[in-house]
């Protein structure tokens, strides 16, 4: 059939295509430590998706970040997923009826000839790439990704205000108890209500004052959340689930090895109380292996899967249908990361909440400068896209790459 012959397609935009993928390492070190691991090292991959499309006389670029705890992936990405997107043939990126990019359609694209399994790293890769893809789509029909989420998934409904909690708690030189009181107390003034600490990197006599000092700030043991970081043996997660216990937490997180479903089972089932974990899971396979073997409980546990390190929104979506054939609400998801990406999605796709750093990782921590955290919920930005250029630090350096 000629193009004259169909008045609809003439009548459509041309398909967007992918120009260029820009790539850089940056870092993201500090003095921190949790149980397991310092960050003295840590870097992150930025990555910027230039586009065909022009607005303002600028081309629209999607941007994309890695989330915290992994190191940056930029050997994968210069190697195999970037170069596989660009020697694509563009109709195959591209969503047919509207012309606009399709992430599921790159994903695809940049997964061809990757064995399944063994997800860590490359996920990574995927995920930063990913971010900045979903960045471009919104952009490019000029509305926030909450929005356009929320259009594609929840017929139009989204949260106009999401449930935050202040990450922080962290060892480091020289902070004792009252520099952890004075952290915490900075948190409730920044209109913080939860707070998440570090424990089991000092022994458990030295971690219970510390989980005081904070439960003593807050008013209110439900109102402090721990992490563990996957750093327990059995015994120490159960020694921990045994002392913890009477405080009644917020959540215990990440106690053992985070693949260990059957050890996450057992100290579940012992503690009783709510647990949280699912951070270092990288994909829906993984995800749907903690349901039905970790001993999770949808009544009040909380599942921490971080699109950022796990192949992106693409995989979470699908991570999200896996929770609910099993019984899950989005809402008992929290991410990890505290990321602009994971906030839009809490807010467009219905989650529980987010997580936030108020103080560690700059620049990738936080959100929009204009939207104040207040009694515990962050408001959302109007930026189409994710939103990243409204956090003039982290903005700054995405423009490292130009553009
Ligand atoms: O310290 C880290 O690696 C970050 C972390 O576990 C969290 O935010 O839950
Ligand atoms: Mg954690």
Redesign the pocket.
């Known amino acids: 059939m000629s193009a004259l012959a169909s008045p609809t397609l003439s009548a459509r935009r041309p398909a967007v295509s992918i120009v260029e993928i820009r790539e850089k390492t940056v870092s993201v070190a500090s003095p921190?430590r949790?149980a397991?691991?310092d960050?003295s090292q840590m870097t992150a991959s930025i990555v910027a998706v230039v586009t065909d499309r022009v607005r303002d006389g600028k081309p629209i670029i999607g941007y994309g970040f890695s989330s915290?705890?992994r190191y940056a992936a930029g050997g994968l990405l210069r190697e195999r997923f970037i170069p596989r997107i660009l020697r694509a043939d563009p109709a195959a990126l591209v969503d047919e009826e509207s012309g606009n990019l399709d992430p599921f359609a790159i994903w695809k694209v940049a997964m061809q000839n990757e064995k399944p399994g063994g997800h860590g790293e490359r996920s990574v890769a995927v995920g930063v790439l990913d971010m900045a893809i979903w960045d471009a789509v919104a952009k490019i029909e000029d509305v926030p990704l909450y929005k356009l989420l929320a259009d594609r998934y929840r017929g139009g409904a989204y949260d106009e205000k999401v449930f935050v909690y202040a990450?922080g708690g962290?060892y480091y030189p020289g902070k004792d108890i009252a520099g952890l009181k004075d952290e915490v107390r900075s948190y409730l003034d920044r209109g913080y209500t939860q707070v998440?600490m570090?424990i089991g990197g000092v022994p458990l006599a030295e971690d219970l004052p510390r989980i005081e000092a904070a439960i003593q700030v807050l008013g209110d043991a439900s109102r402090v959340a721990v992490?563990a970081?996957g750093r327990f043996d059995l015994r120490a997660a159960l020694a921990c689930a045994d002392a913890i216990k009477p405080y009644g937490l917020a959540w215990y997180?990440?106690p053992c090895d985070p693949l260990d479903y059957q050890l996450h089972a057992i100290v579940t089932s012992a503690y009783g109380l709510p647990m949280a974990t699912g951070?270092n899971l990288f994909s829906h396979q993984d995800a749907r292996n903690l349901i039905r073997y970790g001993g999770m409980r949808p009544d009040r546990d909380w599942v921490?899967f971080d699109c950022a390190l796990s192949y992106g929104l693409v995989d979470y979506i699908r991570t999200l249908d896996v929770l609910d054939e099993h019984g899950w609400s989005s809402r008992r998801c929290i991410p990890?990361?505290?990321h602009q990406l994971s906030l839009a999605i809490a807010a467009g796709l219905g989650l529980g909440g987010n997580?936030s750093?108020p103080d560690?990782f700059f620049p990738f921590n936080g959100f929009a400068d204009e939207t104040p955290v207040e009694d515990g919920y962050i408001a959302l930005s109007d930026a189409p896209g994710v939103g990243l250029e409204r956090k003039s630090n982290l903005y700054e350096t995405l423009r490292s790459l130009g553009g």
């Open positions: 921190i949790n397991v691991v960050f915290n705890g990450a962290y998440k570090k992490d970081n997180e990440e951070e921490q990890h990361g505290g997580e750093y560690v």
